[in-house]
Nanobody, 114 residues
């Protein structure tokens, strides 16, 4: 069964940090392009960060310099380190693998608020 499970979200104050994790079953992250997306209330789902099979990364302009995507091939995990969080980062965050793009997890809620 192909499955993605996101975790690590929560409530954090502006300027704080969170580390999101994405675990997969039936998908090998090292052989895939893996992305983090987010969906805020009333807005379309948007791409936040992406990591290629070779480790090349790219980011949405809104998170450059604050977020870092990484991959642990031994554990088959992908992470999103989020620093200097802002209220506009509040959203449900999802991971997705390009070659199984129809598969989505339940997401993890990130709320940035004082």
């Amino acid at each position: 069964q192909v499955q993605l499970v996101e975790s690590g979200g929560g409530l954090v104050q502006p300027g704080g940090s969170l580390r999101l994790s994405c675990a997969a079953s039936g998908i090998i992250f090292s052989r895939n392009v893996v992305s983090w997306y987010r969906e805020a209330p009333g807005k379309e789902r948007e791409l936040v960060a992406r990591i290629s099979t070779s480790g090349y990364t790219n980011y949405a302009d809104s998170v450059k310099g604050r977020f870092t995507i990484s991959r642990d091939n031994a554990r088959n995990m992908v992470y999103l380190q989020m620093n200097s969080l802002k209220p506009e980062d509040t959203a449900v965050y999802y991971c997705n693998a390009l070659f199984q793009s129809h598969v989505w997890g339940q997401g993890t809620q990130v709320t940035v608020s004082s």
